[in-house]
């Protein structure tokens, strides 16, 4: 992040991979603003930087420089736009991108490309059934930067990764055209494309899996089975390896229909039921779309309950319609205008709208006078600082990738496996907790705490874990009383380990644990919290608390804590749904409210064996028959 030029870094990208300019640029900018560019005299833009460096096949980091407010109030909406879409929470996804066009999308056309490009995914996930009109939205996209692009062979382009989501979105959409070879021809391609690409895992492994949606669909009308199922399986289960929610519901009904015609009809609809009931849980359409299409194909006989269950609701949105492209930019930009927004001017920006101290934000992260420095661009920090700067200011880091050095790099890896990575061993976690402490000194303080907080989830006991977490938190907040916790302003680490004390606290003093589980909740409604950023946290309390809750055999506030707004927050995170579910039924059949604790069973069970964690749904299910004589299927 901002160690080296990002001029510098396209014309070595370009260079190292044999093009001219005139061939990088193409679709892109134009000659000249590349020129500019790579010579200093022009800055660039995180969305043209990463379509540059994407087309260069260098790895598609973006560099944490805007032109404008604008500029990076449409970078992060589109990031925001993307969240909703991912949870299928399609009308906060479709308020979001009307902000894209009050905005003019900063007159950026790579901007405006994936504007299209997510109006078309929003339209697909809203179940709007036109075709045609879809596929013109999603070419009309793509010619932004590839005008002159044959379907048929393109094998040879170098893509950014909005143009390999488009090419994803035009390929089904031919195949419900009823132009089967040319979605194969493109599939293909991008399976190929993808094998030799230089992209960071996660991203490759979700473009993978949006590959693999529209491939196992081509398979399937083609009556491969045992393959489509293979293909859907797989990549299945590496969505809920990497906690990707996004494409999981798809895959998995998919998975379905690939058992069903290979004669496994059990197993079968087994995956169907998870898919329904884990998509009815958040209120998605998904759900009727899925449960219509066995019923009108005749896949299966629904049994009583899921048949009986009302339909989600189908909400439509209006089609976009492309414009004329040629009054935006492409993204360059006056490296000394006065509106440029670095890492240090955007927290700056952002501190002083919160009407935030220097000190508040600093405590326990740097001096004073360093934040200063990084906010008049006289010091650059490091990741780890920005990362934990930026969640203070109730943003996430997650809708950038910060541009550092290999040993960053390579923590931030590791810690995003120990933090997101699921079912791992013991053993793999203590690998990844050694790695890691081997790349970090003392005076890494956001870093230490990372690795104390990891370390002590391997603890053996209540106690020893409380004290553990008290260590790892003294490392930025050495003083800090839970009473007063409006007066902080927490990264997600922070948070985490308040989370972390609390739960612990359930079976040692039952009082404390509400304290601090309530502390958090009034935290989250009284400072200004962007939705990415208490997506990552605040689901987790939630669960916590209600487990917490549960544990201490308060059945009728656990049951309360379920409210309007937590369940929109709970939504967005659909694993730990699952695990606050699975107390939520329980606490609703101790207070004698069978009906919707049988329904919400049915919930908390199809998303713990949509994870992979059957046997948390196997006693659940135990428990409820036995305890109160509720059957769920």
Same mark, same amino acid.
């Given at each position: ?20 300019? $005139? ?42 420089? &805007? ?28 308020? $979001?991108?009307?902000?894209? $066009? ?29 075709? /045609?009109? !879809? ?23 170098? @893509?950014?990764?909005? *143009? ?24 293909? %391609? ?30 399937? *009308? ?20 990497? =906690? ?25 609809? !087994? ?42 609701? %189908? ?10 492209? =040629? ?15 670095? !890492? ?42 920005? *990362?934990?700067?930026? %969640? ?23 810690? &995003? ?67 007063? !916790? ?60 209600? /487990? ?7 059945? /009728? ?10 369940? %929109? ?30 329904? &919400?069973?049915?919930?908390?069970? =199809? ?5 992979? @964690?059957?046997?948390?749904? $196997? ?15």
């Amino acid at each position: 992040m901002g160690v080296r030029n990002a001029g510098k870094a396209i014309r070595e990208a370009r260079l190292k991979a044999g093009l001219t300019q $005139e061939q990088l640029s193409k679709g892109v900018c134009s000659v000249l603003s590349l020129s500019r560019i790579e010579n200093g005299s022009a800055g660039v833009s995180p969305v043209t930087f990463q379509a540059l460096m994407a087309h260069a096949g260098a790895p598609c980091e973006v560099y944490p420089i &805007f032109a404008g407010r604008t500029d990076f109030d449409c970078f992060y909406t589109l990031n925001r736009a993307r969240f909703y879409l991912g949870s299928w929470q399609l009308s906060q996804a479709y308020d $979001e991108l009307n902000k894209l $066009e009050e905005w003019h999308y900063a007159d950026n056309k790579l901007y405006y490309q994936e504007y299209l490009y997510l109006n078309g995914w929003l339209q697909v996930r809203s179940g709007y059934a036109d075709h /045609h009109a !879809i596929y013109d939205l999603f070419s009309s996209a793509l010619h932004i930067t590839r005008p002159e692009i044959d379907y048929s062979d393109f094998h040879h382009l170098l @893509l950014s990764i909005v *143009e390999i989501e488009l090419l994803i979105g035009v390929a089904q959409e031919l195949l419900y055209l009823g132009k089967s070879d040319l979605c194969y021809s493109i599939c293909s %391609q991008i399976a190929s494309y993808l094998a030799n690409a230089e992209i960071d895992y996660l991203k490759k492994d979700y473009l993978y899996a949006e590959y693999a949606i529209v491939y196992t669909k081509y398979l399937l *009308e083609m009556k491969d089975y045992k393959k489509a199922l293979s293909i859907a399986d797989l990549h299945r289960h590496k969505m809920v390896q990497n =906690s990707e929610d996004s494409p999981l519901l798809e895959l998995t009904f998919l998975t379905s229909l690939g058992y069903y015609h290979t004669g496994e009809m059990e197993t079968a609809y !087994i995956y169907f039921k998870n898919t329904f009931y884990a998509a009815h849980s958040i209120e998605s359409y998904y759900a009727s779309i899925c449960r219509n299409y066995v019923s009108s194909e005749h896949i299966f006989v629904l049994d009583d309950y899921l048949s009986q269950i009302d339909d989600i609701p %189908q909400i439509t949105f209006p089609m976009k319609k492309a414009i004329n492209t =040629s009054d935006l930019t492409d993204g360059t930009y006056d490296f000394f205008s006065a509106d440029v927004l670095t !890492i240090g001017r955007l927290i700056h920006e952002l501190r002083t709208e919160q009407g935030l101290s220097l000190t508040s934000l600093c405590q326990g992260l740097c001096s004073k006078s360093k934040l200063s420095k990084i906010e008049n661009d006289a010091l650059q920090p490091d990741v780890f600082l920005t *990362e934990a700067l930026l %969640q203070r200011l109730g943003i996430s880091e997650r809708g950038f990738t910060f541009w550092g050095s290999e040993r960053e790099s390579r923590l931030y890896e590791l810690k &995003f496996k120990l933090t997101h990575t699921r079912l791992l061993t013991n053993e793999q976690t203590e690998n990844y907790l050694h790695q890691f402490h081997s790349l970090i000194t003392k005076k890494d303080n956001t870093l230490m705490q990372r690795y104390t907080f990891d370390y002590n989830l391997l603890s053996s006991s209540p106690e020893e874990c409380i004290q553990n977490l008290h260590t790892a938190l003294a490392y930025t907040l050495p003083d800090f009383d839970i009473r007063f !916790i409006y007066n902080y302003h927490l990264s997600h680490s922070e948070l985490s380990i308040l989370n972390n004390i609390g739960f612990q606290y359930r079976n040692i003093d039952g009082n404390k644990s509400k304290v601090y589980f309530a502390k958090l909740l009034d935290y989250l409604s009284v400072h200004s919290l962007d939705i990415l950023f208490i997506n990552n946290v605040f689901p987790l309390t939630l669960y916590k608390y209600e /487990h917490s809750l549960y544990t201490q055999h308060h059945y /009728h506030e656990a049951a309360d804590l379920f409210t309007g707004s937590n369940h %929109q927050l709970l939504k967005g995170n659909l694993a730990t749904f699952g695990y606050f579910l699975f107390y939520y039924c329980q606490c609703l059949a101790e207070c004698q409210q069978y009906e919707p604790a049988t329904k &919400f069973a049915h919930y908390a069970c =199809s998303i713990q064996e949509l994870y992979e @964690l059957k046997p948390n749904s $196997e006693v659940l299910k135990k428990y409820l028959w036995n305890d109160f004589s509720l059957h769920i299927s």
